[in-house]
């Protein structure tokens, strides 16, 4: 009876404080991030940019929150077992013959279904909510993009937009090209101006059109229409992902399954296996930092006596794992590093440290 009300006392401080502090840093992200943004919004239009806003934090959270859990969940654990052992009740349940590790069970227990979680929010909503985001970011900042070139392969067509704005989604020197199965050119369409509807159509405005056939022989002389539709596969993100400057950066928002899609399509290339192989040791970080942190913070006579250098400790250890995972990333990127292991190297350094520590403490 005494262990399982341990548990339960453990388990609600632990989530009490994992919420809030995630709730926190939640709404300094979107505090400090607004307020680099609110001379593009006062730009806009009122009532639209607001809906904006509020779209683009409830996208974009969501993803920036996935990315700080391991560090959240070490936080949260440590104000835990700081408190416990400040109240000396850690001292009270080792008098009783518990163990600091029979105390800890709960913080881990926590931590494993915590990271499945964010494992299967990441796999399933976050590639969408992380391209959503993109895009209303691209609209907050007004942003316009030029030279992009983008394709329709269920119409057989391919489209070349000078200038794309974003918040308007109106586009300037729009060239669309249609093809013959047989890949020879069937039509081409020059319009000054054009904008982008839902569903992917495009509404072009003042276009000269010029046909041609089989053998890529103009049938007519070119026409001019003030105004046209044209159907194409076309979207916000297709735009987002054109205009793209670090391929890379675009890799965050995709599954493992679209990772291993890349890797067959891209063999050559290390970035996409470097990036599926991270993907799949992150679900240990937080155990990681967990056995890393813990230790410095409540498990060591020294780090009991000095709050202040064990906190300073955890964190750098933390700091490290992310540095370590991030210098890994990029010689793996290059070739410098072999691909998998690039991705499970942090995991592993950083797990045997952490055990290390784990079972050297003061239990």
């Known amino acids: 009876m005494v262990l399982k009300r341990i548990d339960r006392y453990v388990s609600l401080s632990f989530l009490t404080r994992f919420l ?22 006062r730009q806009a239009e009122g009532g639209q940019s607001l809906a904006t806003v509020a779209r683009y934090y409830a996208n974009v959270l969501p993803v920036f929150l996935l990315d700080i859990v391991p560090g959240i969940v ?10 416990m052992a400040k109240t000396r009740e850690l001292l009270a349940l080792k008098a009783s013959g518990t163990s600091l590790y029979r105390a800890m069970a709960p913080l881990f ?7 499945g979680g964010m494992v299967g929010v990441r796999e399933t909503f976050g590639p969408h909510l992380a391209r959503q985001g993109d895009i209303l970011g691209r609209v907050l900042d007004n942003e316009v993009s030029s030279h992009l070139l983008v394709s329709d392969p269920a119409h057989n ?16 020197s729009v060239c669309v090209i249609d093809c013959y199965p047989s890949g020879t050119l069937k039509r081409n369409i020059e319009a000054d101006s054009a904008r982008l509807r839902e569903g992917g159509v495009l509404e072009l405005r003042t276009a000269e ?18 105004r046209m ?17 670090n391929a890379q950066k675009g890799m965050a928002l995709q599954t493992l399954g679209e990772l291993q899609t890349q890797m067959a ?20 970080e937080p155990l990681i930092l967990l056995l890393a942190g813990l230790p410095c913070l409540v498990g060591f006579e020294r780090s009991v006596n000095s709050r202040f250098l064990g906190t300073i400790v955890s964190i750098g250890l933390a700091a490290g794992l992310y540095a370590l995972t991030f210098i890994c990333t990029s010689m793996g990127s290059t070739g410098s590093l072999n691909p998998v ?21 003061l239990t």
């Open 341 to 361: 292991l690039a991705g499970w190297l942090p995991v592993i350094l950083s797990g045997a440290v952490g055990l290390w520590l784990f079972q050297a403490m």
């Open 229 to 245: 539709e044209v159907e194409f596969g076309l979207s916000q993100m297709g735009l987002a992902e054109a205009a793209e400057d």
């Open 109 to 115: 227990f926590w931590t494993i279904l915590i990271s």
């Open 157 to 172: 067509r391919r489209a070349f937009i000078g200038e794309y704005d974003f918040s308007r989604r109106t586009m300037k």
């Open 265 to 284: 399509r891209n063999p050559e290339v290390p970035f996409f296996r470097v990036s599926y192989h991270s993907r799949l040791a992150s679900f240990f």
């Open 74 to 83: 070490l936080v949260a654990s440590g104000l835990v077992m700081v408190h």
């Open 209 to 226: 059109v010029q046909e041609f056939d089989p053998s890529g022989t103009p049938t007519a002389r070119p026409t001019l229409v003030p």
């Open 20 to 41: 809030g502090t995630l709730c926190l840093v939640g709404a300094l992200y979107a505090t400090f991030d607004l307020l680099k943004r609110l001379e593009d919004i």
